[in-house]
């Protein structure tokens, strides 16, 4: 439902219950959501499926929690592969773009076979308990079995004895409570969005119908006159009353191995000015068997607002017993009812993480005291950025919007308030949480089907084609060209353009030096005596102490060895005199010449001071188009963001069944899930 229809409706609804109770239950939980907003994230995969060394290509979708609308306030998604033993094996980040988190992740050349974890985030949506979503993906031959026993969770042990009774019938759901009590009331809300309260007694048990239930998970709260949460029970209402049917038409019943084939999705059901949001994957279970895998409404609708982890909630879904059995122990997560009746709201923790940013502190060397007014300069010689900042009273400084891609290489340095360099640089680290292993309910849990046990028929299969290929060719690894546009050494660099003089790479390979000492040679003001490099100032021509030497960003000691710098390796160098060099504090006086090497690493032999530390925090992806090598394919097609209501791709190249599954969410909040079949022989 749209967000301004929600808004009308809670507002009605809070007249209405006050009208009727005369108390401000319906105005707590209003104001509760309107201070503190919480979001969800489901991430879409290509696949179930995976070998070692193999990319997951993915979307990640993020929503409202209450109205699953979909959200742009986050300008970046996170998302985490860990191992079978729980280990972090890869993370990353995707950049918003135009309100779409799309990238990919690659599973490590050396993972072994088993069911790794998919995390995904937001830092919004750190603010709840339970915040991540969860998905399983499987490498190699994962084939479990059923585990034996019980395994011991942290809601095993709450209390069974339930004061509400819940009864399903054809027509709606019967709540009755069994202790005769004054002053009772049920609230029934979904996803914190409350459509009924009203009294309720031993003698005068509530009946909720059908109609009026929502699409998800229903919290069933008894409260008494005090206004405590005497009793919470949860069902599950799967009505399709917030899911958008999606059609998806295929232009032949079969098609033979390799055959081009044509796809229509079509959404009749779209409401006036509504859009939709869809990401298409096709899958060929001929390469190797699917697993069943949950998905975005499996996951939105129950798992999502279920208190602890849930990896398989489609396998709940099926089975009402297990469902059953799992929602008696279990409550619902994002807010705490208890204080929100009673007028106590909580606020959120983690902002919307709207840039990347880099800050820290500054503090004395021996004492560990905080050091203000401190400056700490910033410079990335790769990505051409510069900048400076002072700390505040308690020696923190901060620098925002470092919005750039992964792998860029940060140097910051800090000097006192008289540009004395006795102090310490502390970067703040952002760690990743562990993967509790032990609060995932249904980890261990795989039922043997058919389509398992074939599983490691179908392996050896793929190894023997693999085997085959092997001795006829060579298989190279995945390799992602791009190129860089080459700018000359004074445009589009913020750090050579503050550089009193910059030889480009171009200009490098023009003159064709062949060691440092050679291509110093070429630079005006720039001498060379005794194998130090001196810099002429404007007042002087000699200089009795030698320039300083930046190598990636990283002053390097005074004899630090220019030749162990390869020529093929610089990418450019800078040479700022004396008036440009306040972003080296008083190191920099006599001048700095400074090298930027094609892949940042010579720095990293020289001397770190303790004010001075080199840094690569974990920056957004780039972007990469889908790909699918030729043989035994197992992913035939995916796209992240379609835009056209027909979808072309060639079929599987061996007989068998493509699997088409078309996810997504619409601009008022509706889940689209629709799967299908397609034969190729």
């Not at 179930?48 to 993020?62: E, N, T």
């Not at 991540?132 to 490498?139: A, F, H, M, R, S």
Request: glycine share 6%; net charge negative; aromatic share 8%.
């Amino acid at each position: 439902m749209a967000r301004h229809l929600l808004t009308v409706l809670l507002l009605t609804f809070a007249l209405a219950v006050n009208a009727q109770t005369g108390n401000t239950i319906a105005d707590n939980i209003i104001r509760q959501l309107s201070i503190f907003r919480q979001e969800k994230t489901y991430v879409h995969t290509d696949a179930a499926d995976y070998d070692a060394g193999d990319r997951i290509w993915m979307k990640v979708y993020v929503v409202d929690a209450l109205s699953h609308e979909p959200q742009s306030e986050s300008l970046y998604a996170h998302v985490e592969l860990f191992a079978p033993d729980g280990s972090l094996a890869r993370r990353v980040k995707l950049m918003n773009d135009e309100g779409v988190f799309e990238g990919y992740i690659d599973i490590p050349q050396s993972a072994k076979d088993g069911k790794y974890i998919l995390r995904s985030y937001t830092e919004l949506s750190r603010n709840a308990d339970g915040f991540q979503d969860i998905k399983p993906v499987y490498v190699g031959n994962c084939n479990e079995a059923k585990r034996r026993g019980k395994k011991k969770h942290h809601d095993d042990d709450r209390d069974m004895a339930h004061k509400l009774k819940i009864e399903r019938t054809s027509q709606g759901v019967v709540v009755s409570v069994a202790e005769p009590a004054d002053s009772l009331l049920l609230l029934a809300h979904c996803r914190a969005y409350p459509f009924f309260i009203g009294r309720i007694a031993a003698d005068s048990p509530v009946v909720v119908s059908n109609d009026s239930l929502p699409q998800g998970m229903i919290s069933l709260l008894l409260i008494d006159s005090k206004m405590n949460v005497a009793d919470e029970r949860l069902i599950y209402s799967d009505n399709a009353a917030e899911q958008c049917p999606l059609e998806i038409a295929a232009d032949k019943a079969e098609y033979r191995p390799k055959e081009e084939m044509s796809l229509r999705l079509s959404i009749p059901g779209l409401h006036e000015n509504e859009k939709a949001d869809v990401s298409v994957s096709v899958v060929s279970t001929a390469a190797m068997p699917r697993h069943a895998v949950s998905n975005i409404t499996q996951h939105l609708f129950f798992s999502s607002d279920l208190a602890g982890s849930i990896l398989h909630p489609e396998r709940f879904l099926k089975d009402d017993v297990a469902r059953d059995s799992l929602l008696e122990r279990r409550k619902w997560q994002r807010y705490d009812f208890g204080r929100i009746l009673k007028g106590a709201m909580a606020s959120p923790v983690h902002d919307a993480e709207t840039s990347q940013t880099i800050e820290g502190k500054v503090r004395t060397y021996f004492r560990k005291k905080p050091v203000a007014d401190a400056k700490v300069s910033l410079i990335s010689p790769q990505e051409g950025i510069l900048a400076a900042t002072e700390t505040d009273s308690e020696g923190r400084f901060s620098f925002p919007f470092m919005d750039y891609p992964e792998g860029t290489k940060y140097v910051l340095r800090a000097v006192d308030s008289k540009d004395k360099e006795n102090v310490e640089l502390i970067i703040d680290e952002k760690n990743v949480e562990p993967l509790n292993i032990d609060m995932i309910s249904d980890y261990t849990y795989m039922p043997e089907t058919k389509e398992n046990s074939n599983r490691q028929q179908a392996g050896n299969s793929i190894k023997i084609v693999r085997e085959q290929i092997d001795n006829d060719a060579i298989m190279l690894n995945t390799v992602d060209v791009s190129g860089t546009r080459r700018n000359s050494a004074t445009k589009g660099n913020v750090y050579a353009q503050l550089a009193d003089f910059s030889f480009g790479l171009q200009k490098i390979e023009e003159i064709g030096a062949t060691c440092l000492h050679e291509l110093l040679r070429h630079i005006p003001g720039v001498y060379l005596r005794d194998n130090k490099c001196y810099v002429r100032a404007a007042s002087s021509i000699y200089g009795d102490t030698p320039a300083a030497i930046v190598v990636d960003g990283v002053i390097v000691e005074g004899d630090y060895d220019l030749d162990i710098i390869q020529m093929q390796d610089v990418a450019r160098v800078d040479v700022f005199k004396t008036g440009s060099t306040l972003i080296w504090g008083s190191a920099g006086g006599a001048g700095v010449i400074s090298i930027t090497t094609k892949i940042g690493t010579y720095g990293d032999v020289s001397t770190e001071y303790l004010n001075q530390k080199k840094i690569m925090p974990l920056g957004y992806q780039k972007h990469s188009d889908f790909y699918s090598l030729p043989g035994m394919r197992k992913t035939l097609y995916w796209n992240p963001r379609i835009v056209s209501d027909v979808v072309s791709l060639n079929a599987s190249d061996s007989e068998g069944t493509c699997l088409v599954v078309v996810e997504g969410v619409t601009t008022e909040g509706r889940l689209i899930h629709e799967e299908l079949e397609i034969i190729v022989r």
